[in-house]
T-cell receptor, first 111, second 116 residues
Framework: AQSVTQLGSHVSVSEGALVLLRCNYSSSVPPYLFWYVQYPNQGLQLLLK??????LVKGINGFEAEFKKSETSFHLTKPSAHMSDAAEYFCAVGPWNKLIFGAGTRLAVHP | DAGVIQSPRHEVTEMGQEVTLRCKPI?????LFWYRQTMMRGLELLIYFNNNVPIDDSGMPEDRFSAKMPNASFSTLKIQPSEPRDSAVYFC??????????????FGPGTRLTVL
């Protein structure tokens, strides 16, 4: 069975500060890992994904995530937050047809 | 590209009524997914189709829920009778494989359902 735990349902950062959203997973097989973003009243949009290969994955809007097998983690980072990054972020694990989503982390960015 | 289209965007109904949610996937996509998002349970996969055939409906909560995909460009999720606990945002997503195993799911904007 696979599962995802996102640490922190709410994260607040200042504009220009580092963004760090935490995700830990559980999987009995080599995982596929994803980060999605959801803006208010919109569907989910893929930020980045890890399937195989390089463990540091770069995505859209300056986000990146690193797959750490030893820590079963896939934390999302961005060096400098923008006001437009305010949204809800979801970590997910699984094959494409059976994604298991975490509970989500709401990111607030203040001036 | 129009993206995944869902209708209606908002639906308010009374308990006991039938509700039908509609989805038009992206043209050429061969997988279609229905999700439900609630505060309590987060985002859950309800059912998915491949080439219009239901593959896995293990997430469908009860017999009151049914989903169909009569053709490649249209799917419905029906709740009959509806109950207040069905209130949620329902998302449709589609995906193309085209020989690659890791093509992403594209989500529609969702239908916000409120059952009074």
């Amino acid at each position: 069975a696979q599962s995802v735990t996102q640490l922190g349902s709410h994260v607040s950062v200042s504009e220009g500060a580092l963004v760090l959203l935490r995700c830990n997973y559980s999987s009995s097989v080599p995982p596929y890992l994803f980060w999605y973003v959801q803006y208010p009243n919109q569907g989910l949009q893929l930020l980045l994904k890890y399937t195989t290969g390089a463990t540091l994955v770069k995505g859209i809007n300056g986000f990146e995530a690193e797959f750490k097998k030893s820590e079963t983690s896939f934390h999302l980072t961005k060096p400098s937050a923008h006001m437009s990054d305010a949204a809800e972020y979801f970590c997910a694990v699984g094959p494409w047809n059976k994604l298991i989503f975490g509970a989500g982390t709401r990111l607030a960015v203040h001036p | 590209d129009a993206g995944v289209i869902q209708s209606p965007r908002h639906e308010v109904t009374e308990m006991g009524q039938e509700v039908t949610l509609r989805c038009k996937p992206i043209s050429g996509h061969d997988y279609l997914f229905w999700y439900r998002q609630t505060m309590m349970r987060g985002l859950e996969l309800l059912i998915y189709f491949n080439n219009n055939v239901p593959i896995d409906d293990s997430g469908m909560p009860e017999d009151r829920f049914s989903a169909k995909m009569p053709n490649a460009s249209f799917s419905t999720l029906k709740i009959q009778p509806s109950e207040p606990r069905d209130s949620a945002v329902y998302f449709c997503a589609s995906r193309a494989t085209r020989g690659a195993a890791d093509n992403e799911q594209f989500f529609g904007p969702g239908t916000r359902l409120t059952v009074l």
